[in-house]
Nanobody, 121 residues
Framework: QVQLVESGGGLVQPGGSLRLSCAASGSIFAIYTMGWYRQPPGKQRELVATITEDGRTEYADSVKGRFTIARDSDKNAVYLLMDSLKPEDKAVYYC???????????????WGQGTLVTVSS
């Protein structure tokens, strides 16, 4: 069983910062692209940022310059550093990963359970 578990969500004031963490565990052979998605209230899930196994990053236009995605391959972890948070950043944030499991050749796309970020004064 492969699991992705997010942590670090909570309540923050506009202009504040949060650091989200996601740790993958289980019978993992290799992890390739990892990313963060979010689902604001009443809206569909959207991509926030991705990072490849060799460190190439992509960001949604709405978070460029404010959010930073990073990973620690030794820990099978990915992080989202969020600065200058705005009320519109309120959402459930989900960790995502493309990975091989059990053995080489078995591939899957995995999701975490989500962590809630609320931006309000």
């Amino acid at each position: 069983q492969v699991q992705l578990v997010e942590s670090g969500g909570g309540l923050v004031q506009p202009g504040g910062s949060l650091r989200l963490s996601c740790a993958a565990s289980g019978s993992i052979f290799a992890i390739y692209t990892m990313g963060w998605y979010r689902q604001p209230p009443g809206k569909q899930r959207e991509l926030v940022a991705t990072i490849t196994e060799d460190g190439r990053t992509e960001y949604a236009d709405s978070v460029k310059g404010r959010f930073t995605i990073a990973r620690d391959s030794d820990k099978n972890a990915v992080y989202l550093l969020m600065d200058s948070l705005k009320p519109e950043d309120k959402a459930v944030y989900y960790c995502n990963a493309d990975l091989e499991y059990d053995d080489h050749g078995d591939v899957m796309n995995a999701w975490g359970q989500g962590t809630l970020v609320t931006v309000s004064s």
